[in-house]
């Protein structure tokens, strides 16, 4: 979450925090996030965000929030996108950490590496069921768009 702030200082974006530790934590977060006037809706990675993953999507809908996550699924199941490491090379990279340590490397030895692909995925039913006009630049850098 302090990352979260510090870019919305950053890019001069005024926004409101709703941490959600349990399920049932959803509904009166965004219930609050509502009351006090948020327009859109991130989502943050957390177990519990990314469980409930549907039901938030349907709440933003309901509310016609656009809606931003981290991984792909989001757009896919209605958000209106996300922006993300690549998970399939995340897991390449893990594979191959893994290889290492199992031939002797000692895992402090090993580098730590940080994402080098991200994607951007846009879902245009989504921004066009909330009546947002997306650029035709927007969707040209888009990794996916989903028609």
């Given at each position: 979450?302090?990352?979260?702030?510090?870019?919305?200082?950053?890019?001069?974006?005024?926004?409101?925090?709703?941490?959600?530790?349990?399920?049932?934590?959803?509904?009166?977060?965004?219930?609050?996030?509502?009351?006090?006037?948020?327009?859109?809706?991130?989502?943050?990675?957390?177990?519990?965000?990314?469980?409930?993953?549907?039901?938030?999507?349907?709440?933003?809908?309901?509310?016609?929030?656009?809606?931003?996550?981290?991984?792909?699924?989001?757009?896919?199941?209605?958000?209106?996108?996300?922006?993300?490491?690549?998970?399939?090379?995340?897991?390449?990279?893990a594979?191959?950490?893994?290889?290492?340590?199992?031939?002797?490397?000692?895992?402090?030895?090993?580098?730590?590496?940080?994402?080098?692909?991200?994607?951007?995925?846009?879902?245009?039913?989504?921004?066009?069921?909330?009546?947002?006009?997306?650029?035709?630049?927007?969707?040209?850098?888009?990794?996916?768009?989903?028609e």
């Amino acid at each position: 979450m302090d990352a979260a702030r510090r870019s919305m200082f950053r890019f001069s974006v005024e926004g409101r925090f709703a941490e959600v530790a349990h399920p049932e934590d959803i509904e009166p977060a965004i219930s609050h996030l509502a009351n006090e006037g948020s327009q859109a809706l991130v989502a943050l990675a957390s177990p519990v965000i990314l469980s409930e993953r549907r039901r938030i999507i349907a709440l933003a809908e309901s509310r016609r929030w656009p809606l931003a996550a981290w991984s792909r699924e989001w757009p896919e199941d209605g958000a209106l996108l996300s922006y993300g490491a690549d998970f399939s090379d995340n897991m390449r990279r893990a594979a191959h950490y893994v290889d290492r340590i199992l031939k002797g490397a000692k895992p402090g030895d090993l580098p730590i590496e940080q994402p080098t692909r991200f994607y951007l995925v846009i879902n245009k039913r989504t921004a066009d069921a909330l009546g947002l006009a997306l650029s035709a630049e927007l969707l040209a850098r888009a990794d996916e768009v989903i028609e």
